[in-house]
């Protein structure tokens, strides 16, 4: 496990040699998962275009499975870039229209849509994948809290409620039914997440009646 | 590929020795599966469950992941039980109460959590979970096609895409984020849903304004 390395504890420090080392395999990763699908990612490929040691790769992430989770939870950790337009409607378009774009803009996607695609392959991916969407589920509801602080939206909320139910169709039909995705998608599913919320569908068990 | 081979043609005829061939090795596919999982999942131990020779299975379906997409679509081609309470606010909350039945009742869950994890191992199993859904969407849009008659909904609603909003939720938790699911989550699935097909959020492109 990292926790335990020297790398890792090195790595703490940001901007140190560990650091740096896993931002080039992490990127080597996802550059290797993007040209060649999991199915033919190897650990081998991703050493060579990241300049790094087989065995240090090895020790510190275990194999590709370990590059992917990794690779997840360097993302989970960078800041999500939350809008705020002054408009929870508006800044709840934004979020669906940024998944959307993220997956199927021909210039973004590759990358993110393969690392998800990865992820569900192996019960180590599956795991980050979780921690990654708990951390940007609740970057995001951040939008909702202040939205409901300045009275747009009304008490009792489940702000994750809604940030879910707002891009949830999104990656129900990328990673699970496979069914195509038109620029309807986003816009549908922010709509239905804001009219249930206001009709106090997401509210928190305790806000209940 | 199945089409071509003796064996599969024989299938076609209901009840032959081709049918009973796969009808039992899809069941050791599932068992098995429910048992060790997709990464201790082996043809040896699938044609030992099923008393079939590993060649013919390896012949007509290729390896695991052949054997997990037909398991799909053996499944895809059965009959889905679609409720018609005579109320479609009823039917689609116990669609999406079947689903969280489904993958949450311990009696239940195992091989279809498992099938549908597996299906997202591999490409081949992501064509036949897309096929799958498809086919289920279908079935299930006759609740919808037949309350639109009755004056239930509204005219212009896609009959699929209520269903697929229904039922989203809660495949994105259990497959995608790993979020757990609590008994409420299908109640706001189908409610959010008939909420939205009300607004007219689910109209096809032909009918909206």
Excluded at 22 to 45: C, F, H, I, M, N
Excluded at 90 to 119: H, K, M, N, S
């Amino acid at each position: 496990m990292p926790e335990k390395s020297q790398a890792t504890r090195a790595g703490t420090r940001p901007g140190g040699r560990s650091a740096r080392v896993r931002a080039a395999v992490v990127a080597a990763t996802l550059a290797e998962l993007a040209e060649k699908g999991y199915d033919q990612l190897t650990v081998e490929a991703i050493c060579h275009r990241a300049d790094v040691n087989k065995s240090t790769v090895y020790r510190r992430w275990g194999g590709v499975d370990g590059l992917i989770a990794d690779a997840l939870a360097l993302s989970a950790d960078q800041p999500w870039p939350i809008p705020d337009t002054g408009n929870v409607d508006e800044d709840i378009q934004l979020i669906a229209q940024e998944v959307y774009a993220t997956f199927t803009d021909p210039d973004l996607r590759t990358a993110p849509t393969a690392l998800i695609g990865a992820a569900l392959r192996s019960d180590l991916g599956a795991a980050a994948l979780s921690a990654f969407f708990t951390a940007r589920h609740q970057q995001a509801a951040e939008v909702v809290t202040r939205a409901v602080e300045q009275g747009q939206l009304p008490d009792g909320i489940d702000p994750v409620e809604l940030i879910r139910a707002a891009t949830a169709p999104l990656y129900h039909r990328l990673f699970i039914t496979g069914e195509p995705l038109d620029e309807r998608a986003p816009h549908r599913a922010a709509a239905a997440a804001l009219l249930a919320a206001r009709a106090g569908l997401f509210n928190r068990a305790e806000a209940e009646p």
